[in-house]
């Protein structure tokens, strides 16, 4: 018998925690702490462990911590920038609109990025303990951006072949990335679980050589971009 009440107070305490999970959704553009940019001035804790809908461009002007089953929308018509950093943990986000943002710190946690926004890291994006990162929208790390009342999309457009070439293909001990015509280009690695592995500058008219003897066989990404331009070719390791 005690053991039923016990399970019955637990049921009824974990309905009563359920019934207090809260729904924050953007009601204009602006930044994120005036109450005038959220539905019924709620502002919702940047600490947080609920749902957020970003149907607007709103602009944030401190470190954002996604936790605790926490799910994040960012609409295709919405937005979410700021020079601060982005964590989740054991969360969710989908992104529709624009993400402009430090760095994106992902740890046990799902991120989907979709058009037609894009994301623009300035400094990086990093994944641990299972994460799963999908991005079919365009990239770029590296690149700066304002934010304010209001804030646009960086363009970002994506490089034909003649601009980057990557030999051998397949590689053992090393690969060279060579680009042409391109200024200030950040170069990464990432394997197939979008996990960065390598990062380095190259400069206008370019071959840099790139050690992967470190790696394991299998295949890899190498992205290329800067403020404007982005690019990315799969090469395999032997």
Known sequence: ???????????????????????????SQGYWQESSSWVNGDIPPYI??????????????????????????IESQGGLCGHQNLYLVNSQLIKYGILQIDTMDINSSIVNCYPPGEVI???QIMMYNGSSFSLSCPLAVGPWFECGSTFHPVEVVELSDSHMKI????AKNEINVETTGIENAQISI???????????????????TID???????????????SVLFKTIRFSKE
């Open 48 to 73: 947080c462990s609920d749902t957020i809908i970003i149907q607007h461009s709103i602009t944030f002007t401190d470190h954002l911590t996604l936790e605790n089953g926490a799910y994040m929308e």
């Open 212 to 226: 992967i003897s470190n790696l394991p066989s299998g295949m890899y990404l190498v992205t290329i971009s800067n």
């Open 121 to 123: 890291a300035t400094s």
């Open 167 to 170: 030999f051998p293909n397949p």
């Open 190 to 208: 990432y394997n197939l679980n979008n996990e960065l592995l390598h990062s380095s500058k190259s400069n206008y008219t370019h071959k840099t």
């Open 1 to 27: 018998m005690n053991k039923i009440k016990l399970h019955l107070i637990l049921s009824l305490l974990l309905m009563s925690l359920n019934g207090l999970a809260v729904t924050y959704t953007t009601n």
